[in-house]
Every structure is written in structure tokens, then in C-alpha cells.
């Protein structure tokens, strides 16, 4: 499959390097050359994987984006959601309706970056889709060279527009084995446990964060952390339940007991091999995407559908509280947060056809003004 990953941060270079090794024709583009560093003369990367080791050949690496997307299947995005509204205006000159977008996660993504492309007058690819986590696990370890010690085990996938996803799906699965299908876009992006794990653990760890390098993940998860992150995880499965969405709810205590394991994102030994890599002991600022990205987009959507579903979330709520006294801004009913995406008028019911329709909705008329 001919393929473009748009995006040189680690896991664009784990995404490129892992789909090129499995036989797909892969451009790599960064609106920064620095990004790409050696790749602009010679487009290798060495990938360390779970599952697959070797160094790739892609097609380019190139900072010109419709050189990029040109002749592209799949688009994969790789890149936080605080960068999903810039590159749709990027991507607007340069779609066409048989190509697929998909973002690696999303928060709602799809629909958010769908509206963007259409208020930039672009033409509307065949779909767009999001996951509920990152594919990979994943750090460049040096400027051509990237670990990945976990790739998802089951990895939850969405579609915008959830009618298109019979047509999708299939394809997607070549390049994920691990697809999990959702119901639909809002369904995957409620599995997403970047807002439910990261900002409980930059939040009661930044007396350390502040000192300089540290993992939160081997050292910042203390009990009274996991009590925080359980909390939200609990309000996050209640918001699914209220708007309907069926199991699994890949709660994050598969993620710690090693007994349920198999039930969640990233499979067995997950966290022992995430802390056991070394490999997130970094820099941790407020700039970081666990609080621009989880934070104040994450929790943000999270609150709001809690809110549409008739779930209390004083957990979600009081996080984006003091996040906000933090950052210096409001942060609830903004970012994600439906009625900040134009949805916020629309009942529930309304809501999941819109979704399921996507553009053929007469609704999107409204949602894109």
C-alpha cells in the first residue's frame, strides 16, 4: 500500500519504519527539516520493535507535504491532536475523495479535523478515522533511530463518518493487525487513556517533574496516583455507558493487573516493559502533550460528554480546574469539548447520527459554519 506518515516525532518514525519493513511504500514528511535531520539525504530508519527489528528504506522523507500525499492510500497522522485543526488547512490543496486519514490517536479528531478541511475548501478524503491509543510505544534514541518496546496489543479504532466504516476498516486492518472496530468516532476516542493516566501523573508528581528528568511511569505511580487515575478512569466508563457504547471499555486496571492484561491496549507485561525500557525518563514540562494534548483536549472532551451522558465527574471536572489555575485559562467547555465543536445544541440521539452520517448529515451544514 502506498502510504504517507505526516509527522517526524517518535512515533511518526516508528510508524514509517515499522510499515515500510512490512512491505509498504512509505513517505515520511515533517514541516521541519531539523525534524527529519538525516533522513533528507538518506530516507533509512533503524527500528528496535516489538515484533520487528531492521533498518527501513522508505520511499522519501521530505518537508513538501503535497509531495507527500501525492498518490497516498492512507495518510497516517501520528502527531498530537493540538496539531490536527493547522494541518487540515495544510492538507485542504491536497486531498482527494478516495484517500483515508487516519490520526494516531485522535480525540475526536476525525470530525475536528473533517470540519477543518471543509472550512478550508478542501475536498472531504473517502474518510477519516482515529485510535484509542498510540499504535507504539515508542522513542528516538538517536536521529535515525527509534524503540518501540510495546506496540497495542488491541488497538481501538473509529470512523468518521461511521457509515464508511465497512469500507475502511478492512483497509486499515492490513496495516494494524490489532484493530479493534468501534462504533464510532466519539466510541474510540472515549477509549483513549492518554487523559485518564497522564495528567493524574504529571499533576501529583510535578515537585519531582520540576527538578528535571523523571518517569512518571516507574517512579511517579505511587498509590495515591493510581487512586486519582482510578477515579477518572471510573467517571470515563460511566460516560461511555450513559451514551450506550458496548464493552470492552479497556479500563486502565488492565493495564496494572497483570490478570486482565489481555483485555487491555497494550497486552502482558506491558508495564513492566514500559518502565523496564528506560526510556521515558525525560523532561517533563507543561508544554508536554500529557498536558496539552490529555489536559486541556483530552479531559476537556471527556467532561463534556460525561456532561451529555448525565455522568458526574468530579475527578475530570477538578482536574481541568486546577490545570486551568496552572495554564492561566479556562479550560472546561473548551478544546474538545462538543459544544466547543460546534455539537453542544444537538441531543445525544442527534449526536450519533451525525456521527454515523458525518457530511451527508443535514447537520453539517451547521456544525461547519
Same mark, same amino acid.
Given at each position: $500500500?502506498?502510504?504517507?506518515?505526516?509527522?517526524?516525532?517518535?512515533?511518526?518514525?516508528? &510508524?514509517?519504519? =515499522?510499515?515500510?519493513?512490512?512491505?509498504?511504500?512509505?513517505?515520511?514528511?515533517?514541516?521541519?527539516?531539523?525534524?527529519?535531520?538525516?533522513?533528507?539525504?538518506?530516507?533509512?530508519?533503524?527500528?528496535?520493535?516489538?515484533?520487528?527489528?531492521?533498518?527501513?528504506?522508505?520511499?522519501?522523507?521530505?518537508? =513538501?507535504?503535497?509531495?507527500?500525499?501525492?498518490?497516498?492510500?492512507?495518510?497516517?497522522? @501520528?502527531?498530537?491532536?493540538?496539531?490536527?485543526?493547522?494541518?487540515?488547512?495544510?492538507?485542504? @490543496?491536497?486531498?482527494?475523495?478516495?484517500?483515508?486519514?487516519?490520526?494516531?490517536?485522535?480525540?475526536?479528531?476525525?470530525?475536528? $479535523?473533517?470540519?477543518?478541511?471543509?472550512?478550508? *475548501?478542501? +475536498?472531504? +478524503?473517502?474518510?477519516?478515522?482515529?485510535?484509542?491509543?498510540? /499504535?507504539? %510505544? &515508542?522513542?528516538?534514541?538517536?536521529?535515525?533511530?527509534?524503540?518501540? @518496546?510495546?506496540?497495542?496489543?488491541?488497538?481501538?479504532?473509529?470512523?468518521? +463518518?461511521?457509515?464508511? *466504516?465497512?469500507?475502511?476498516?478492512?483497509?486499515?486492518?492490513?496495516?494494524?493487525?490489532?484493530? !479493534? /472496530?468501534?462504533?464510532?468516532?466519539?466510541?474510540?476516542?472515549?477509549?483513549?487513556? *492518554?487523559?485518564?493516566?497522564?495528567?493524574?501523573?504529571?499533576? %501529583?508528581?510535578?515537585?519531582?517533574?520540576?527538578? *528535571?528528568?523523571?518517569?512518571?511511569?516507574?517512579?511517579?505511580?505511587?498509590?495515591?496516583?493510581?487512586?486519582?487515575?482510578?477515579?477518572?478512569?471510573?467517571?470515563?466508563?460511566?460516560? !461511555?455507558?450513559?451514551?450506550?457504547?458496548?464493552?470492552?471499555? #479497556?479500563?486502565?486496571?488492565?493495564?496494572?493487573?497483570?490478570? !486482565?492484561?489481555?483485555?487491555?491496549? #497494550?497486552?502482558?507485561?506491558?508495564?513492566?516493559?514500559?518502565?523496564?525500557?528506560?526510556?521515558?525518563?525525560?523532561?517533563?514540562?507543561?508544554?508536554?502533550?500529557?498536558?496539552?494534548?490529555?489536559?486541556?483536549?483530552?479531559?476537556?472532551?471527556?467532561?463534556?460528554?460525561?456532561?451529555?451522558?448525565?455522568?458526574?465527574?468530579?475527578?475530570?471536572?477538578?482536574?481541568?480546574?486546577? #490545570?486551568?489555575?496552572?495554564?492561566?485559562?479556562?479550560?472546561?467547555?473548551?478544546?474538545?469539548?462538543?459544544?466547543?465543536?460546534?455539537?453542544? =445544541?444537538?441531543?445525544?440521539?442527534?449526536?450519533?447520527?451525525?456521527?454515523?452520517?458525518?457530511?451527508?448529515?443535514? $447537520?453539517?451544514?451547521?456544525?461547519?459554519?
Amino acid at each position: $500500500m502506498k502510504l504517507a506518515v505526516l509527522g517526524a516525532g517518535n512515533g511518526g518514525f516508528a &510508524t514509517a519504519a =515499522d510499515l515500510a519493513l512490512a512491505g509498504h511504500r512509505v513517505r515520511l514528511w515533517s514541516r521541519s527539516a531539523d525534524a527529519l535531520g538525516p533522513l533528507v539525504e538518506r530516507a533509512t530508519i533503524t527500528l528496535d520493535a516489538e515484533g520487528r527489528h531492521g533498518t527501513a528504506q522508505l520511499e522519501r522523507a521530505t518537508t =513538501d507535504l503535497g509531495e507527500a500525499v501525492e498518490g497516498a492510500e492512507v495518510l497516517i497522522v @501520528p502527531l498530537p491532536a493540538t496539531s490536527h485543526e493547522e494541518l487540515a488547512k495544510r492538507l485542504a @490543496p491536497c486531498l482527494n475523495d478516495r484517500q483515508i486519514i487516519l490520526l494516531t490517536p485522535g480525540t475526536l479528531g476525525s470530525y475536528a $479535523m473533517a470540519r477543518g478541511i471543509a472550512r478550508a *475548501g478542501g +475536498p472531504l +478524503p473517502l474518510a477519516l478515522a482515529e485510535t484509542g491509543t498510540l /499504535p507504539y %510505544l &515508542t522513542r528516538k534514541t538517536a536521529p535515525a533511530v527509534v524503540k518501540a @518496546p510495546l506496540r497495542a496489543a488491541n488497538l481501538p479504532i473509529g470512523v468518521f +463518518p461511521a457509515s464508511r *466504516g465497512p469500507r475502511v476498516l478492512p483497509r486499515l486492518a492490513e496495516l494494524f493487525p490489532a484493530v !479493534r /472496530p468501534c462504533a464510532d468516532s466519539l466510541d474510540v476516542a472515549l477509549t483513549n487513556a *492518554g487523559p485518564v493516566i497522564h495528567p493524574p501523573l504529571v499533576l %501529583l508528581n510535578t515537585g519531582a517533574i520540576d527538578g *528535571g528528568s523523571f518517569d512518571v511511569h516507574a517512579a511517579g505511580t505511587t498509590p495515591s496516583v493510581r487512586r486519582l487515575i482510578d477515579a477518572v478512569d471510573a467517571e470515563r466508563v460511566a460516560t !461511555r455507558r450513559g451514551w450506550g457504547y458496548a464493552a470492552p471499555h #479497556y479500563e486502565l486496571a488492565t493495564y496494572y493487573d497483570e490478570t !486482565r492484561a489481555a483485555e487491555g491496549l #497494550y497486552g502482558a507485561g506491558a508495564k513492566t516493559k514500559l518502565v523496564a525500557s528506560g526510556l521515558w525518563s525525560e523532561i517533563v514540562t507543561f508544554e508536554h502533550r500529557y498536558v496539552t494534548e490529555d489536559a486541556v483536549l483530552g479531559l476537556a472532551l471527556l467532561e463534556s460528554a460525561a456532561r451529555a451522558a448525565g455522568a458526574v465527574t468530579p475527578a475530570i471536572t477538578g482536574l481541568l480546574l486546577v #490545570y486551568g489555575a496552572l495554564l492561566g485559562r479556562e479550560l472546561s467547555g473548551r478544546g474538545r469539548a462538543l459544544e466547543h465543536l460546534g455539537l453542544g =445544541d444537538l441531543s445525544r440521539r442527534e449526536i450519533l447520527a451525525f456521527l454515523r452520517d458525518g457530511w451527508a448529515s443535514p $447537520m453539517w451544514r451547521k456544525a461547519i459554519q
